[in-house]
């Protein structure tokens, strides 16, 4: 492993520990708010939504095979 690859993984590994403290924070912070049940099922439903479409397209894509044709110059 070279000292790229060491630096490309510890950039990665911080921003994903990042991105999940920022979200649990969100969460956290939205579920202990003053506000009504309607507004946090909407936003709760809209988040749910965007997730499922986007693991169903992963899914799709990797599930897909290449039917292009590799040109070769």
Request: no cysteine; net charge neutral; charged share 20%.
């Amino acid at each position: 492993m070279n000292s790229n690859t060491a630096v490309k993984n510890l950039g990665i590994g911080l921003a994903v520990t990042g991105f999940i403290l920022l979200v649990g924070y969100a969460l956290y912070d939205f579920f202990t708010i003053e506000s009504s049940l309607v507004l946090k099922m909407s936003i709760g439903a809209i988040v749910a939504g965007i997730v499922l479409a986007l693991l169903a397209l992963i899914k799709e894509k990797m599930g897909a095979e290449d039917k292009e044709i590799e040109r070769r110059y």
